[in-house]
């Protein structure tokens, strides 16, 4: 085991739940490539036997960081996989395999040679001082192509709200801060990738004019990129969504502007936020049967109809989905819409027929859209098309969600265990490797030292003196007494999460792409 692995066995709620959001273990594009071919056609040669014992060294110590990190992920897979386990067991499972798989792609990203990501892919000619001895070293990233198949990078954006200097002198004449708010930002790739904001920052501009108010996206010049209506009356929350992939959460309470405030009149009903776009690749767990985990929270109709005739014109139902705090389950619903006039109601229905939530006084007399929170990640838009009807009438719609912030609830384990299984056993295979080109280094080394009459016999073999072949040919994945786990600290003594992960691999292995091999050697 590493000497710097950590303890994950135990998470907090808070770390459980931030290393299940998708924007959790998210890279900046400029900080990982995912479109070179990964050193696999490079080729590096050391030029001395100190040269080679450091780098052979060094290899090693990463290689059983990554072993380290599959150890503990098996053990978590095989947690959420059983019969017993709850939720709560399932989200803490599905924490540490995205923290672990994350920092294996964060250790092979970062640890470099010559400006290259070793661990992604490179054949190294070793040199002996009485020959050479040649070793590949196999892509070993967990969502890079060609590596250990584990997670994938999705392309994605991160949304950050904030009021910089200019907003800040914009709404220093604005008579509505009081009362209205965007209170949050969060980003959703679009369906059509052409329409997704670049990275870079705008504004999000907040008109206040009674029901007939409206939020535009512009840039920072003042274009306006899109423009949603938005009723601002009474007191409430919106959630706005716009085509571009940004979504806001808006609040409002009239009863806190000034009682004799006229935006016709008194102007300055404009409120001004800044929004940083940021492009990442988000970290997404992934299984041979199913693919990628969908993190994506959603809402559909899956009903054919989904308007209401009245004596005249129609009303027309479409859903949303929201991040909040008390979200649906994945799964069908019936939606059951009861027009009454200014007393309309909407009723939620799981698959099992149990209420799932209501709204009622709805006032669906208005023309245009009215929309309605459920108050459970659903949000309902009812557009009137000159609708009119004297009296009750229903409509049952189906609607499938997809709550993305629980996708651990659908996660394959068992398949997953199979596949960290298989990566650890390609890890193992690859320490074989590099045992194999330790021994031919070395007894190339020992035949020159013998020619030499040398008085003394120095040995290259800095590696572990453990039998992998031994460990694998008993391993049985389904024994209770798996020797795989069989030391008492075995799970003590694995890797860390992602918070010590990212904080401290940098500082406790050393990246080496501009360091000179025979200084690099000393310290190993």
Aim: aromatic share 10%; net charge negative; no cysteine.
């Amino acid at each position: 085991m590493s000497s710097s692995s950590v303890d994950i066995t135990a998470l907090t709620a808070s770390q459980i739940i931030e290393y299940s959001s998708r924007s959790s273990f998210s890279m900046a594009t400029d900080a990982y490539d995912i479109t070179s071919n990964h050193g696999a056609g490079l080729n590096t040669s050391t030029k001395t036997i100190n040269e080679t014992v450091g780098v052979i060294s060094s290899l090693e110590e990463q290689l059983k960081t990554i072993q380290a990190n599959l150890e503990q992920m098996y053990v978590a897979a095989l947690s959420g996989a059983q019969a017993s386990a709850d939720s709560a067991d399932k989200q803490d499972a599905y924490a540490q395999l995205r923290s672990l798989s994350a920092g294996i792609d964060q250790l092979t990203n970062s640890y470099k040679l010559d400006d290259t990501r070793v661990l992604a892919g490179q054949t190294f000619t070793f040199s002996s001082g009485n020959g050479t001895v040649s070793y590949k070293q196999g892509n070993l990233s967990s969502s890079l192509e060609g590596g250990l198949g584990l997670s994938e990078k999705q392309e994605g954006r991160m949304a950050t709200l904030d009021i910089d200097y200019l907003a800040y002198m914009k709404n220093l004449s604005s008579s509505i801060y009081e009362g209205v708010e965007v209170s949050e930002a969060s980003y959703t790739m679009p369906k059509n990738a052409t329409a997704a904001l670049d990275e870079g920052n705008y504004y999000v501009k907040v008109t206040y004019e009674g029901e007939n108010s409206y939020v535009e996206l512009t840039s920072l010049d003042g274009v306006v990129i899109e423009s949603q209506d938005v009723d601002l009356t009474g007191v409430g929350s919106k959630a706005i969504q716009f085509g571009s992939g940004l979504n806001i959460d808006l609040k409002f309470d009239e009863t806190d502007l000034a009682s004799d405030y006229d935006w016709e009149t008194d102007g300055g009903n404009e409120l001004y936020y800044t929004v940083e776009i940021d492009e990442t690749y988000e970290h997404v767990l992934k299984t041979e049967s199913d693919g990628a985990v969908n993190s994506t929270t959603s809402a559909s109709l899956s009903s054919y109809s989904n308007y209401m005739r009245g004596e005249t014109g129609k009303l027309t139902f479409s859903v949303t989905a929201k991040d909040d705090d008390d979200q649906l389950d994945t799964g069908k619903y019936n939606m059951k819409v009861e027009y009454n006039g200014e007393k309309s109601a909407i009723w939620l229905y799981d698959s099992n027929g149990d209420l799932a939530g209501v709204q009622r006084g709805i006032d669906m007399t208005q023309d245009g859209e009215t929309e309605v929170d459920m108050g459970n990640g659903l949000v309902v838009t009812i557009d009137n098309d000159d609708f009119t009807y004297n009296g009750k009438k229903t409509k049952n719609v189906g609607v499938d969600y997809t709550n993305g912030n629980a996708a651990y609830t659908d996660f394959d384990y068992a398949t997953y265990a199979k596949q960290v299984y298989e990566a650890y056993q390609q890890v193992t295979n690859q320490l074989n490797l590099l045992y194999q080109a330790d021994e031919a280094v070395t007894e190339k080394y020992q035949y020159l030292q013998q020619a030499t009459s040398s008085s003394s016999t120095t040995s290259a073999s800095v590696l572990a003196a453990q039998s992998i072949s031994s460990l694998l040919s008993d391993l049985a994945i389904d024994t209770e007494n798996n020797p795989f786990f069989a030391s008492s600290d075995a799970t003590a003594s694995l890797s860390a999460a992602a918070s010590s992960i990212f904080g401290s691999l940098e500082s406790n292995y050393t990246t080496i792409s501009d360091a000179d091999y025979e200084v690099l050697a000393r310290y190993y």
